[in-house]
């Protein structure tokens, strides 16, 4: 203690708080590139390339696959690279996948052939014929390329930058580092409503792609000159780089008095055996597709049902106000069970499932969404009912992170919540392509396809979001059959 107030007396420098500005940024452009394909789907790009709902289920379900079992590797790139150039590679690679995307439009003239599309250009070909469908599967096969090398990038974003806030900070700063640079995440969706359509509208949706994802190599830049480890940086000087190592000067006195047994990781396979991990898989797999669906289909729904086009005032409104429901409300996910455990005198397991009860409740307001807009014929209460439910989802997704540390020594988290990443990437790609395929039937049999008094598309929407009102509670019933209390495992 008397050498953290000596510490603290010192003039210090704050270098660590840059370095978390810049990877709160990062984080910014990462869901803003993510975000420019369903902002730019229904308005732009579907007419163009005459895709189907069904086309856009299949790359959206790709991104989340490829997505997740990138995660797998990512965390074990960056370690070997080091943070700074694993870092750069990873953002470079995903700024470089939004860019291509601009060139998908030029990619499939020229492999469809400029003499069959004729000089009108894509929008002019007639539907349903020979030349319309070869230019959908060509464009179709390019987005997947492009999203491909998308995900493969941008799964290096949280490893690398949760490795630098573990750099930078002790233990006791890292959660408050690790908020602000998420909070990244709520306020890409914020802004890519009000900036992506805009782009699109005035100078087309490919600069829409080349803008966006040139913001990557803009940050790179500073990132090369920023960034280098506390001990070599001419930015750190000794009271903070005294105070980045507090946990290390600690730990040195307690390895003196009392050594401490290195804690061995559990094996990969073995990590299966146990029902704590399916625990964990099964919060995974049933509720990450309901997050990445209103991620992307959300501006597509106001678009069809409403006509609320994301590049109009109306569509723009929409959107930031569904995710600024997202923002506000989710910041009480961490708190919860801080209440429980604190003044419940609850353990944190325990505390952290009742949140999660709680916050399972949150997304059965989406199964109000399209009744209330289609009988009060506005799409405010949608857009508020599903930023309710996102924002549940949220809160979930925390605590369900959290549930890890409970249960499995500090050698296994990552190799768990690999597991994890990639459950939910798989129930995601079945949630996606779904989707695409049931909007796409259902819009064909219109009238004659039928679900509680909806016909046609709105039937489809009604069945997914009734999926995603319920998928929490499923989820955590399961979970708590598999492990009712406490049980932590040991390596």
């Given at each position: 203690m008397v050498q953290t107030e000596s510490t603290q007396q010192?003039?210090?420098t704050n270098w660590?708080?840059?370095l978390c500005s810049l990877l709160f940024v990062a984080t910014t452009v990462n869901y803003l590139d993510r975000q420019v394909l369903s902002l730019t789907y229904e308005e732009f790009i579907k007419p163009e390339f005459h895709w189907s709902d069904a086309d856009y289920g299949t790359i959206t379900s790709f991104f989340s696959i490829f997505y997740a079992i990138a995660c797998l590797f990512a965390g074990k790139f960056v370690d070997w690279m080091g943070t700074k150039k694993g870092y750069i590679i990873s953002i470079f690679v995903w700024s470089l996948g939004a860019c291509l995307h601009a060139a998908c439009g030029w990619a499939t003239t020229s492999i469809v052939?400029?003499?069959l599309i004729g000089p009108q250009g894509l929008q002019a070909l007639e539907?349903?014929?020979?030349v319309t469908l070869a230019v959908a599967t060509t464009s179709v096969y390019l987005f997947l390329l492009c999203r491909g090398i998308l995900a493969l990038g941008e799964a290096g974003n949280f490893p690398a930058a949760i490795k630098v806030v573990a750099e930078y900070y002790p233990k006791k700063d890292r959660a408050f580092a690790t908020s602000i640079f998420n909070a990244g995440a709520s306020v890409g969706?914020?802004?890519?409503?009000?900036?992506?359509p805009v782009l699109a509208k005035n100078y087309g949706w490919e600069m829409?792609?080349?803008i966006i994802g040139a913001l990557g190599f803009i940050w790179i830049f500073f990132w090369q000159f920023m960034?280098?480890?506390?001990?070599?940086?001419k930015h750190v000087n000794a009271a903070e780089l005294e105070y980045i190592h507090l946990d290390d000067n600690a730990e040195g006195e307690e390895v003196k008095a009392e050594p401490a047994k290195e804690e061995k990781a559990i094996p990969f396979l073995q990590c299966f055996k146990y029902k704590q991990t399916w625990s964990f898989i099964t919060g995974k797999f049933f509720t990450d597709g309901v997050w990445w669906f209103f991620l992307f289909w959300a501006p597509s729904y106001f678009d069809n049902q409403f006509g609320a086009k994301a590049s109009s005032p109306l569509g723009q409104g929409l959107i930031f106000t569904l995710y600024a429901i997202v923002t506000v409300v989710s910041i009480g996910g961490g708190y919860l069970p801080k209440v429980f455990v604190d003044k419940k005198g609850m353990e944190p397991y325990s505390g952290r499932m009742l949140a999660m009860l709680i916050f399972a409740f949150f997304p059965i307001a989406a199964l109000f969404a399209q009744p209330l807009g289609i009988k009060l014929d506005t799409p405010w209460w949608p857009a508020i009912l599903i930023g309710i439910a996102a924002a549940g989802h949220q809160a979930w997704s925390a605590n369900l992170f959290s549930t890890i540390g409970d249960m499995f020594p500090k050698s296994t988290i990552a190799s768990i919540t690999g597991i994890g990443a990639t459950a939910g990437g798989i129930g995601s790609m079945i949630i996606q392509k779904a989707a695409g395929n049931l909007f796409t039937y259902a819009e064909e049999q219109g009238s004659a396809f039928q679900f509680f008094g909806f016909e046609g598309k709105p039937a489809g929407y009604?069945?997914?979001f009734c999926f995603c009102g319920i998928a929490y509670l499923l989820a955590w019933v399961i979970m708590k059959g598999l492990v009712p209390k406490y049980k932590p495992i040991k390596a």
């Open positions: 010192k003039l210090m660590r708080w840059w052939g400029a003499d539907a349903g014929s020979n969706a914020l802004a890519a409503p009000l900036c992506i829409a792609f080349i960034y280098e480890k506390p001990e070599n940086s009604f069945i997914v």
